[in-house]
């Protein structure tokens, strides 16, 4: 958001999914779109010190100490990365491909577009 951490992605990056589970609801006060790509090819280009990682209960954060934003999440072992979808700059066209842990969604929205509903990422 701030422009203190800058990244490329040396490779295509996954459509748009947005989670609605609570640890991305409580982390981002709202439900998260995000994409993915294989972790070796997520580059940071500025600010890799401004970056904070932080592990939660199911994978481990990284945060721009500058603003706060949430950038990028992995989970232990993985191969791939998950990225913030607002934080691309990316001339790639992406769709939102799925609404995932919509069990767990917040009472306060409704999911009304025709966007493919799951309750949970592994259905997907």
């Not at 904070?52 to 989970?75: D, I, P, V």
């Not at 998950?82 to 934080?87: E, N, Q, R, W, Y």
């Not at 919509?102 to 409704?110: L, N, V």
Request: one cysteine or more.
């Amino acid at each position: 958001m701030c422009g203190a951490v800058r990244f490329d992605v040396t490779s295509d990056i996954g459509d748009i999914v947005m989670c609605h589970c609570e640890q991305c609801r409580r982390l981002n006060s709202h439900a998260m779109a995000a994409t993915r790509c294989p972790a070796k090819a997520l580059r940071i280009t500025q600010g890799e010190a401004t970056l904070k990682w932080h592990a939660w209960t199911t994978a481990e954060h990284a945060f721009c100490r500058e603003c706060g934003s949430t950038l990028f999440w992995r989970q232990p072992n993985a191969d791939e990365i998950s990225i913030a979808a607002g934080s691309l700059d990316t001339t790639q066209p992406k769709t939102l491909i799925a609404h995932i842990f919509t069990g767990e969604k917040g009472d306060y929205y409704a999911l009304d577009d025709s966007t493919p509903q799951y309750l949970a990422k592994e259905q997907l």
